[in-house]
């Protein structure tokens, strides 16, 4: 070997050293890295929800944790941190995220969508949903739909949002995206200032749905769902149909390109997560019944309301992502004022923070986050308060940690503290985090350390002696004085008054204590006897049996057993009853039994509108998706006698939404409402409110004649059967399924006869053309619904056999329906049609009973004729009367109890019953309307308490005040009296 190469050796290896130490030199103009190793000594270490160790050490090297534990060997290269007055957390994780600001929380409360430009998809007529579209290029046919938007394309930190996370201990995040129905992709990212290619960890986490409505298709919440189940249906149709393609690229078309659709492909097949956003309770409920149905893993974000029904949640079995936002109780300027909050609005307040705490009691996960937070430094105040009301510290600590980490697919390196993750730390001084009084120090994220506390004065010193002008003479120090342990200071810059402590120890007892009940505890069956015995009433069969006088009705297990002559059982029988546990007793002497009455056009528990008006044709919205349980409405109308409503779409549309058949079980869930023995149906329409022509000047939907209406029932029966023809040749044939299309599915079943039609009409020569279009289909015509001049085309109406749903007495109110006459009713009665009376009003239908009487004075309807208008009647026109309608053996056990004749003005329903089980009483109601008067007047004086305690403004800021007078969306409906379009639009005369 040469001396020369030796020399060149042994040079090249005392370099090596400095080589690599010159790599970690940055070019000129930038920051020198800080030191990779660090040493962090003498903390208290959370290593997760379940353990902690005193007097631990945490090592991190390259922005990765190397150890943990008490007994650590300090590398000779480390910078040693003293941490022993603190303790050291995961880096906190914040799973729905808005990085750009703080998202308000979703809107369904959308009730009027009839205002402005319709719009919709796959109808000429219409204004087109490019105009409105939230992307350019290639996408779904509604706008609102972007399943392939990503934020990660589009991330840039803000650096004042991520110091206010930071200070609250937060490292990382899921930034969502914040528009939109299907929203997109979020991305995970930490929370330091790196460039977007350094701080995201996870480009796609999660895709996000929202239930949020749109200016156009689709404007109401039933709509929205509509368009999810629609674009899923697609999405599977689509990845079938690109498979095929690329099997026969020759033989076959080419298939549309939709990135929309292909970014669904990984849900669809469960390797994405899918996060609603649903706005409310029961659409938390609907959010996950509507994953079920097509097969997504899910998570929901929560909306602050699920203690109305922690039994749907517990049902839901979904991790929940939890905001903390809070509403406050003002401090209201007149006495007077506090009249105007409602009962559900104090509960709200009160129950808001025991929300998490609910949710965990159901066994759910829960995550926590500071969406829809206004001010984000108030998140820490609200999680104290939450845990005041029963979420545990542990669980706390997992809401921050463990659950996000595993929620957003980042386990194996977030939410613990243990070798190899990434070193994400969150240090907190004194007692920790949930401490109210200890401070986020600082965090760590991949390794580099934040402060998150501004630098302190030096010890001792007087900041404004510091910073006066030297001519100023220097002033006295302000004397201390101690009282009962609290420091205060003399003169003009008192800190704390003396009782101040007292008054923060007060309002955190007073908040401690909730005073609201669960909604459940004044709701709910009141009694559920195996047997009921009515005994010695006149009874109204509504059968062939009529009305008669002193019998006897037994039901048994939710059926109408026997009716028979009074009395049917002896004394002894009957004492031995009385006694029963199973059995009940009614002793009806001088009283009166009829079956539940039934209201054939209803619109009382609809969530979120009762039209989607953008399009002609809106057959495959549901309004069983929107079905109302939490409406008082329902309670008031028990009380008048009523068991069972059609829940019809509105009469916006030449073709509306399907309908919901319910019973009025007070206390069920949406689906536990339902009866589910009702044929399908539908809403139709007729008239002005379809044509729109004098709405206002800007509507441009398709038809805007009376005569485009049946052109367009032949448009659409004709694609439904050519839809129903394309199914049957693929059945023959195999390949590639059709394209679901929920709409003409609908209409193919009114085809096949299996879905019923409702009609909204008014004029008879719009109901001949009408049934003229449906008889060329070979279609029935289940009702026409208002039918205000069907007396002028009765003999019509009975020869193709359609009911007839009428009001009783409305007329006049617009000009198409200036001949309809209260006697209508009863003139078509007479030429063979079935006659019901509907309400159309949630006002109305506490008073059905006495709409029945109006067709003895109008017209001379015999009287047990005229109750069937409220009972058998509308129970054939829905196609239920095998069950209900009619007291015969067999039937559901429906029944009432009256005071009086039900036809008499001066009746009284003292007693609601639902297959067997009570629902009202009037007793039990006045005893109910008692408590909850008092839980209202006990809230009002916490809250106004809590005011006081809080400096007379409530316990929040702005927002969250604002929150406390926000009505819920179930609660947005409470017996509006006219609830049908007709008298809601503001339109010219005609």
């Known amino acids: 070997m040469s001396t020369t190469f030796v020399r060149l050796a042994c040079a090249c290896l005392a370099l090596a050293p400095l080589a690599a130490r010159a790599a970690d030199l940055l070019p000129p103009g930038h920051r020198p890295r800080s030191p990779g190793v660090h040493a962090l000594l003498g903390a208290q270490v959370h290593v997760n929800p379940s353990n902690y160790w005193n007097n631990a050490t945490v090592v991190i090297r390259d922005g ?580 069972m409503a059609n829940l019809l779409h509105g009469s916006a549309n030449p073709i509306g939404g399907q309908n919901s058949v319910i019973k009025l079980r007070f206390g069920a869930g949406p689906e536990a409402l339902k009866f589910t023995n009702a044929p399908s149906g539908i809403k139709f329409a007729l008239g002005e409110n379809v044509k729109q022509s004098n709405w206002t000047e800007r509507q441009s939907r398709f038809p805007q004649t009376r005569m485009g209406v049946p052109t367009f029932y032949v448009n659409r029966f004709t694609a439904a059967r050519q839809y129903l023809d394309e199914w049957s040749e693929y059945a023959r044939k195999g390949g590639v399924p059709p394209r679901t299309n929920l709409e003409l599915e609908a209409l193919g079943e009114i085809l096949n006869g299996t879905r019923l039609i409702h009609c909204h009409s008014y004029r008879g020569d719009e109901i001949i053309a009408f049934l003229r279009v449906c008889e060329s289909f070979g279609v029935r015509v289940a009702t026409l619904q208002h039918v205000l001049e069907g007396y002028k085309v009765a003999d019509e109406i009975a020869k193709h056999g359609a009911g007839g749903s009428c009001f009783t007495d409305w007329w006049a109110y617009k000009f198409e329906v200036w001949d309809a006459i209260p006697y209508a009713g009863s003139l078509m009665r007479d030429r063979g049609v079935n006659v019901s009376f509907n309400s159309d009003s949630s006002e109305l239908a506490r008073r059905m009973y006495l709409e029945a009487a109006k067709a003895v004075k109008y017209g001379g309807t015999p009287e047990t004729e005229a109750l069937k208008f409220v009972t058998m009647n509308p129970a054939k026109q829905l196609g239920v009367d095998k069950w209900v309608g009619s007291l015969e053996p067999g039937k559901d056990a429906d029944f009432v109890l009256w005071s009086h004749s039900p036809l008499a003005y001066n009746t009284v329903c003292e007693q609601t019953w639902i297959e067997g089980r009570k629902y009202f009483d009037r007793v039990a109601a006045a005893e109910r309307a008692v408590t909850l008067a008092k839980e209202r007047t006990d809230l009002i004086a916490k809250a106004k308490k809590v005011a006081s305690l809080s400096g007379g403004g409530g316990e929040g800021g702005a927002a969250a005040q604002a929150a406390f007078f926000q009505r819920a969306l179930e609660k947005l409906h409470e017996l509006g009296i006219a609830e049908c379009l007709d008298c809601k639009l503001n339109r010219k005369s005609e």
């Open 64 to 643: 990765i944790i190397e150890a943990v534990g008490r007994d650590v060997r300090l590398p000779a290269d480390a910078r040693i941190w003293n941490a022993s007055n603190s303790v050291i957390y995961a880096g906190f994780i914040d799973p729905y995220l808005s990085i750009t600001g703080t998202n308000a929380p979703v809107s369904t409360t959308h009730i009027d969508p009839i205002d402005g430009l319709t719009s919709g998809i796959g109808f000429l007529g219409v204004d087109s949903q490019e105009k409105a579209r939230l992307q350019p290029g290639a996408g779904y046919e509604v706008a609102s739909v972007t399943p392939h938007a990503r934020v990660a394309a589009g991330y840039t930190p803000a650096g004042k949002t991520l110091e206010g996370l930071r200070e609250l201990g937060f490292t990382s995040g899921n930034v969502v995206p914040a528009k939109g129905i299907l929203r997109g992709s979020s991305a995970f990212v930490n929370l330091s200032d790196a460039p977007p290619n350094v701080a995201i960890l996870r480009a796609d986490t999660h895709q996000h749905i929202a239930f949020e409505s749109q200016e156009v298709y689709p404007k109401s919440l039933m709509g929205t769902i509509a368009v999810v189940r629609q674009t899923f249906a697609d999405a599977r149709h689509y990845v079938l149909d690109q498979a095929d393609y690329r099997a026969k690229p020759t033989a076959r078309k080419r298939p549309d390109l939709n990135p929309a659709l292909d970014a669904l492909a990984p849900v669809i097949n469960k390797q994405t997560t899918v996060v609603f956003e649903p706005g409310s309770v029961l659409m938390c409920d609907r959010a996950a019944r509507l994953a079920r149905e097509v097969g997504l893993n899910f998570a929901v974000v929560a909306s602050g309301h699920e203690w109305r029904r922690p039994d749907l949640m517990k049902v839901a079995k979904a991790p929940f992502i939890v905001p903390l936002n809070l509403p406050s109780a003002p401090k209201l300027p007149d006495e007077d004022d506090w009249l105007d909050v409602s009962l559900d609005q104090l509960r709200h307040w009160d129950w808001a923070a025991e929300n998490a705490a609910l949710l965990r009691a159901q066994g759910l996960e829960v995550a926590l986050t500071t969406h829809a937070l206004t001010d984000r430094k108030v998140f820490r105040r609200n999680l104290r308060l939450a845990m005041d009301r029963g979420l545990s510290e542990r669980d706390a600590l997992a809401a921050l940690t463990t659950v996000p980490a595993k929620l957003c697919g980042v386990a194996d390196r977030l939410g613990t503290i243990e070798k190899g993750k990434i070193a994400n730390l969150t240090v907190v001084d004194g007692a920790g985090y949930f401490d109210a009084d200890a401070k986020v120090k600082q965090v760590w994220i991949d390794g580099q350390v934040f402060e998150t506390q501004p630098a302190k004065s030096p010890v001792g010193a007087d900041v404004r002696r510091l910073t006066s002008k030297s001519s100023e003479a220097p002033k006295q120090p302000e004397k201390k004085l101690e009282t009962s342990g609290v420091v205060s200071y003399v003169g003009k810059e008192a800190a704390t008054k003396p009782d101040a402590s007292k008054k923060k120890a007060d309002l955190a007892a007073l908040q401690k204590l909730r005073v609201a009940q669960p909604p459940i505890a004044s709701r709910g069956s009141l009694a559920s006897p195996k047997t009921v015995l009515v005994l010695n009433a006149t009874v109204w069969t509504c059968g062939p049996a009529g009305r008669i006088e002193g019998m006897d009705v037994r039901f048994n297990n939710g059926k109408v057993e026997s009716v028979s002559k009074h009395p049917s059982l002896s004394k002894e029988t009957l004492a031995r009853l009385h006694v029963s546990s199973d059995t009940i007793v009614i002793d009806a002497t001088g009283k009166h039994l009829t079956p539940g009455l039934i209201d054939a056009h209803s619109h009382t528990a609809i969530l979120g509108g009762v039209n989607e008006g953008t399009l002609p044709s809106t057959a495959m919205v549901r309004i069983a998706d929107v079905v109302n349980s939490e409406t008082e409405n329902l309670f008031q109308q028990l009380a008048g006698g009523l068991t």
